[in-house]
């Protein structure tokens, strides 16, 4: 069974620091990784890939990959109260019949003012 | 551009009545998805479509039919609503292999009573 993992939360942080957010993952082909954000009662947002070890930065979010761990990471800095909301992570495997993304069951962040 | 389109937003069945949920995307992907989101179980795929004309089981298809009727288009058919499928459903669309995540659509919340 592929699985992604993370720590359901919830996480909190105050305004201003910053947030890291962790997941791992149990299929070794994974080739592509996300991170999606979902504010309550709404649908998940694309605000991060990575596909090489090593880090990745947009913005105040740095997404993180080791792939010999089966690891991934997601920094906020500079955290806000709007950032308050659920961050999922996904990987995918291109290969075999179906390249479908496997989602994490979300870790649940929230930035205190 | 409005990416993915779901209807109906919400909805409320009886035990036994059926239902189709529609979707539609203006992206031009070739791949499309069904997804239920239930609290503590994260996003689970029920369905997808690699391309038109071809359909396939995810995690949870049992319950459930769906159709491609064009590119644009994949609908999701309850036949005999259950309440165990009370649940929120995701549409979502890709490009096959893509690198760039999914893009879903804003949800319908069912309940079956």
């Known amino acids: 069974q592929k699985e992604v993992e993370q720590n359901s939360g919830p996480l909190s942080v105050p305004e201003g620091a910053i947030a890291s957010l962790n997941c791992t993952y149990s299929d070794r082909g994974s080739q592509s990784f996300f991170w999606y954000r979902q504010y309550s009662g709404k649908s998940p947002e694309l605000i991060m890939s990575i596909y090489s070890n090593g880090d990745k930065e947009d913005g105040r979010f740095t997404a993180q990959l080791n792939k010999a761990s089966q690891y991934v990471s997601l920094l906020i800095r500079d955290s806000q109260p709007s950032d308050s909301a659920t961050y999922l992570c996904a990987s995918m495997n291109y290969g075999g019949s179906q390249g479908n993304l496997i989602f994490g069951k979300g870790t649940k962040l929230s930035v205190k003012p | 551009n409005a990416g993915v389109t779901q209807t109906p937003k919400f909805q409320v069945l009886k035990t036994g009545q059926s239902m189709t949920l529609q979707c539609a995307q203006d992206?031009?992907?070739?791949?499309m998805y069904w997804y239920r989101q239930d609290p503590g179980m994260g996003l689970r795929l029920i369905y997808y479509s690699a391309s038109e004309g071809t359909t396939d089981k995810g995690e949870v298809p049992n319950g459930y039919n769906v159709s491609r009727l064009n590119k644009r288009e994949f609908s999701l058919r309850l036949e005999s609503a259950a309440p165990s499928q009370t649940s929120v459903y995701f549409c979502a669309s890709s490009e096959v292999d893509s690198t760039l995540g999914y893009t879903f659509g804003s949800g319908t919340r069912l309940t079956v009573v």
């Open positions: 992206m031009n992907h070739n791949s």
